[in-house]
DNA sequence: CGGGGGCTTGAGGCCACTCAACGATAGTGG
DNA sequence: CCACTATCGTTGAGTGGCCTCAAGCCCCCG
């Protein structure tokens, strides 16, 4: 692991953009990036809650334990996300990278000293913690009342959305983390993916199974019956 | 169904004090109560948000739909709590009475532009979503990852926090709703609530199965072994 | 080449669901 | 006051979907 100030001043994909402040308005933001090697503990649930990340490479996993080690993901990060934001002094969840990951880290402390004055920036806030929330509720809605394919072929279309583009998309997380996510059994997954493979809705691509081609996206959406 | 304004000035539990307002300070906001019967719908999923809620009396459930009927409630809201306040235009949950409520009102309009001048009001609408949306995060790990007898023990308790007091507590809703909350089925609940009260845990009251006396905290709380 | 991790697939079991019957209660109208 | 009905809750029997356990394959990597 190794620290580094940022240096590229690209006002592209920026965190302080995301966050509704110019590069300008305010010194004070301390921008640095960190990288992880796959599998590392970014933070622990409830531990005090110093930076809020966004990430530039890789992708993160969130997620609670119970006391018997069952685990139940509640969001995975990719690249761009912010994470890690939290309103209370801790998180709320316990995040590491799935693979190799850098991301972008902001002292809350300074965060919150500009939200304060810029109401711009707490707007922002708001906003992100909406879209966090507005993800959760559809959430609970597919773990409480979707069976296995509907909770696939829902992944599926989510992930196709979120990596945004590429024909084939190309899965960071294993079975396992998905089933987290979903609230299966890693072998549950793959017999559902099976099975929509079995039906023409998506094909594996290379020898890894974890590049995925959809073919029938109609398909998929017609397992995502929402209201 | 019949519409007032609110006569009371008592200063008490108020949504505009809720909201980080102090009676005097705005004029703006229009503060109406209305009155449901029970099982009618307070507002219809993707809807226009055109109000802001508070319970002043009775319970009212959120829920999202499938298709096919099949409903997952994501929450329930008891006397004094707020809900419908979206941030984006439309509602994100049909929300229905579940038993005769009387709700305030407050046009979101008017609470929008107050939170454009009033740093403490946006502060308070960001501390709000906050709270549903740890709600929601420790729900997921509830749908995704618990067994019946943990989903009904950890509604149990989450319960009598809320219905604050009462040594015996008298619930709203029925067990469809409860299942619905949880992800079950009514049957389910029924028979995880005999298991409970079978191993000592809790006791019926009176003649109506809804009033519940809970026994033994230590034996629910043995059940919600959060990480 | 051996070992380990990730994925798939099969066999069997269990927990929650489905379907059904029954009792209790509250509301309704004669 | 008493049927009559509808609603709600419990309980039982049987089913089914997902989980558990296990084996085997493939790929990567030392």
Redesign the interface.
Known sequence: MFVRIAKDQTPRPNSLHEFGMTSGTNPLVSLIEFAYKKGTEIYG??EPAEYVYQVKNGAVRSY?????G???I?AFHLVGDIFGLE??NAH??TAESIIETTVRLIKRHSLETVA?CD?VV??N???M??K???H??????L????DSVERVAAFLLEMDRRLAGADIMSLPMSRRDIA?Y??LTLETVSRALTRLRQGGALDFIGNTQREIRLLDRKQLLAFD???
Chains 1, 2 share one sequence.
């Open positions: 649930e409830k609670k334990l119970l006391s018997d069952r685990r139940q509640g309103n209370g709320r969840f304060e109401a707490i707007h806030l708001l906003n913690t909406t966090s929330l507005q959760a509720e559809d959430h609970m809605l773990l409480g009342r979707k987290d979903l609230g019956l929402k209201s």
